[in-house]
């Protein structure tokens, strides 16, 4: 048995003296009845004994009180006296039975005993050992002072005791057995009550429970943290005003407390009111009210800033651009929407669409964090300098876009456009050095060019589309022409790519003519595209296009195989020309698509020729040299076109492998009446010679021009007009057929006048 057991059990230990006071008068009566000594000396005992249980009484007191740690002592002491006690009963019994014959004597013996058995009972249950001990002592010597009677009676009298004495084991031990399921069902609720506290201590969110009449009855300390209940302030069994008033007294900067029953009235009245209200400035809870059946509630607390934030923080991205602070796409349209639905009859609008100008040369030369600097600044700029009523948003990379109407511009349109071009484009300081950028601009107005934003955005684009080809850093206001414009561009791709898709284009072929015999040996072969309405597009028109389109490979291979299977049916010794494009040169494998073309065909590799520009190879030299040579181990002879128009540098002139330098007509449009021209196209003719390339001059318009190079050049082949146009497939195969050599050059020219005749642009592929 613990401490705690034996303390409980021993709480009421003074009532029980009563017992004790009841023997020792009944012993005094003995002594009076019997002038014994024998029972003086007991009763003097009994009075000892109870006076040193009386001081052990105390020393329990204090130790209840926590003044002593020796309970064991204290314990052993309380066993021994009360032991004690009981055997001077026993003694007092057995003398009675065994000193007198006075039967009143015998009944207050009996009588005595069977009350303080009982009382034994209650003191010393908890305590089986003693307890036997203690019966023993009072039981044996009243047994022995019956049997004294010597007769049957007296032994059937201690028949019935002895039962008596098991009877009060028994009831002893079951007391016992009681005592420790209650103290056991206690502890239990103790360590549940304990483990309650615990969690509800624990509890990441906050707890507070009302009774029926709305007083605090738990109260967490989560819940007193986010309401900022101080520790002084008691809140247990009080009303909400009451800790309100309480927690005023304090004077603290704000009261929450105050905040949660505002928030809580408001629920309780309204429904349908939100759940979470702001305590802080960058505090909110979220509040959830239980309604008890006993009357009274729960309310539970739950500290949802992060989540707020986090909640804030993503609508934020879903809105606005992360760089800029401007609204992203999807949010700008939603705004300028908003805007467009509040604009009155007759009011007017413009959708400003802008981008900064050669943006990726920043980036390339000075890094995307620089890049990043001026976009930002750029978004700044737009946010101080526009009303805050006006939509602005970042639409994509370096492209912004702005939605007003005219009640918030107290300007025109265009020379708000300029203002703002102006304001953007400011150099700013970045890293020790200046950045230098420019911008342009479309603005298309609504609702004269349009009602939805959708149509706005494109006709902005269209005019930004236009002021950058009108030569940047310009503002461009939208024109239907634009949109006609871009109408034809599409259905101009739309053709396009169906023609590629389906191998409609056709190749003309022009002829080179050689200046030792005046034979057509190589023919140019040249891309033509007729549209469905069998209208002819130029080949600078469509060209580009099928660049942009991604398209110029395809059309680079279907060319090459067609000019190499056309070649075929001319007589042996003509060679054809193929040009091809620098975007090709690059993107493509070149290499690939001229061995196709003369496996599939047969075509002898010496009878083709590849033309490349200037532009091609200066784009990536090691592999413009890499590629040259590939083509040239197979066989393939290479000619370097429109020599003198670019950079004309003579350093690659020695590494590339070439066979020709075909010079530009461009000297040769003034040859006759220019001499700085003479001295050029000869210097460069020389050049030509002197790297033993053969050297061809296209553009040939006249005969003064074939006269006058025939006579003071140095020149290998000539092209032109003055010879024949590209000419359709069938065509140019009657030209090589019927061409028949003779001794004078000039008579020996077909009728080439009648084709000059008809002459129109012809345009390679670039």
Same mark, same amino acid.
């Given at each position: ?23 020792? !008068? ?76 006075? +039967? $009143? ?8 005993? #069977? ?20 019966? =023993? ?17 007296? #032994? ?36 549940f009550g304990i483990q309650l506290n615990e969690a509800l201590e624990s509890m ?49 900067? &704000? ?21 979470? $209200? ?25 500290d949802v800033s992060q989540r707020i934030t986090y909640q804030e923080r993503i ?16 949010? $700008? ?6 805007i467009l639905d509040t604009m009155g009859r007759g009011q007017k609008g413009a ?7 050669? $943006? ?54 265009? %020379?708000?456009?300029?203002? !703002? ?90 002829? &080179? ?21 069998? =209208? ?41 020309? %193929? ?33 490349? +520009? ?9 592999? /413009? ?42 000297? =040769? ?56 146009? /590209? ?40």
């Amino acid at each position: 048995m613990d401490q705690e057991q034996q303390l409980a059990h021993y709480e009421d230990h003074v009532a029980f003296f009563y017992g004790k006071i009841s023997a020792i !008068i009944a012993s005094l009566i003995t002594y009076f009845l019997t002038e014994n000594l024998v029972f003086i000396g007991i009763t003097i005992a009994m009075i000892v004994i109870m006076v040193a249980d009386v001081r052990n009484i105390r020393s329990h007191k204090a130790l209840m009180e926590g003044n002593s740690s020796d309970f064991e002592t204290w314990s052993r002491h309380y066993a021994v006296l009360s032991t004690a006690f009981m055997l001077a009963i026993g003694i007092w019994s057995f003398c009675c039975f065994a000193l007198s014959d006075d +039967t $009143f004597l015998h009944l207050l013996c009996v009588a005595t005993t #069977m009350g303080n058995l009982l009382n034994l009972i209650c003191r010393n249950f908890a305590n089986d050992r003693s307890l036997t001990i203690q019966i =023993v002592a009072i039981g044996i010597p009243l047994i022995l002072g019956v049997l004294n009677y010597g007769d049957f009676r007296s #032994m059937i009298l201690c028949g019935f005791l002895l039962p008596l004495f098991f009877s009060i084991r028994d009831i002893s031990q079951r007391l016992r057995n009681l005592f420790d399921n209650v103290l056991k069902q206690s502890q239990e609720k103790e360590e549940f009550g304990i483990q309650l506290n615990e969690a509800l201590e624990s509890m990441s969110h906050g707890l507070m429970m009302f009774d029926e009449d709305m007083r605090l009855r738990v109260l967490n300390a989560t819940a007193r943290h986010i309401l900022a209940i101080p520790k002084e302030v008691d809140c247990y069994s009080r009303k909400l005003s009451d800790i309100v008033r309480a927690i005023e007294m304090k004077k603290l900067p &704000i009261n929450r407390v105050r905040i949660l029953e505002r928030a809580l009235t408001r629920r309780l009245q309204h429904r349908s009111q939100g759940k979470i $209200f702001q305590i802080s400035d960058r505090q909110h809870v979220e509040l959830s009210i239980k309604l008890r059946d006993t009357g009274g509630c729960v309310l539970v607390l739950e500290d949802v800033s992060q989540r707020i934030t986090y909640q804030e923080r993503i609508n934020q991205l879903a809105r606005f651009d992360d760089l800029t602070g401007l609204c992203n796409r999807a949010y $700008f349209i939603q705004r300028a929407e908003e805007i467009l639905d509040t604009m009155g009859r007759g009011q007017k609008g413009a959708m400003f669409f802008f981008d900064l100008d050669d $943006f990726k040369r920043v980036n390339d030369m000075l890094g995307h964090e620089a890049g990043d600097y001026i976009l930002s600044t750029v978004g700044e700029r737009l946010t101080n300098m526009l009303p805050k009523t006006a939509a602005i948003g970042r639409y994509g990379g370096d492209e912004y876009v702005l939605f007003m109407n005219e009640e918030d511009c107290d300007e025109p349109f265009e %020379v708000l456009g300029q203002r !703002i071009l102006k304001e953007i484009t400011q150099p700013l300081e970045y890293n020790n050095q200046m950045l230098r950028y420019g911008a342009s601009m479309g603005i298309a107005l609504c609702p004269d060019h349009g009602m939805s934003m959708e149509r706005l955005l494109k006709l902005s684009d269209l005019a930004l589309y236009e002021a950058k080809n009108a030569g940047k850093n310009l503002v461009h206001l939208f024109s239907p022409e634009l949109e006609n414009s871009l109408t034809e561009k599409i259905e101009l791709e739309e053709e396009l790519t169906l023609a590629v898709k389906n191998q409609s284009l056709e190749l003309h072929f022009q002829p &080179i003519i050689s200046m030792e015999d005046g034979r057509p040996q190589v023919f140019e072969a040249l891309t033509r595209w007729n549209r469905s309405d069998a =209208v002819q597009v130029s080949p600078a028109l469509f060209i580009p296009l099928a660049e942009e389109l991604g398209l110029i490979r395809e059309i680079g291979e279907w060319t090459l195989y067609e000019a190499c299977r056309r070649c075929m049916d001319w007589p042996a010794g003509t060679s054809v020309a %193929v040009n091809v494009s620098a975007v090709q040169f690059q993107v493509g494998s070149i290499t690939e698509a001229v061995r196709h073309a003369l496996d599939v065909t047969g075509l002898e590799p010496n009878r083709l020729e590849i033309e490349i +520009t200037e532009t091609a190879v200066l784009n990536d030299m090691v592999h /413009a040299i890499r590629v040259l040579e590939e083509i040239s181990e197979m066989g393939v002879r290479i000619s370097l076109d429109d020599f003198g128009t670019g950079y004309s540098s003579l350093s690659y002139l020695h590494k590339l492998p070439l066979d020709k330098l075909k010079i530009d007509k461009a000297f =040769v449009d003034d040859l006759e009446n220019s001499a700085r021209s003479r001295t050029l196209l000869k210097g460069i003719t020389a050049l030509g010679r002197a790297l033993e390339l053969k050297v061809v001059v296209e553009g040939i318009e006249n005969e003064n021009q074939f006269i006058l190079l025939r006579d003071q050049y140095p020149v290998d082949y000539v092209q032109g007009y003055f010879f024949s146009k /590209a000419l359709p497939a069938d065509l140019a195969l009657q030209y090589v057929e019927g061409f028949h050599h003779d001794n004078n050059f000039n008579e020996s020219i077909p009728d080439q006048q009648d084709l000059a005749s008809s002459r129109s642009e012809d345009a390679k592929v670039a």
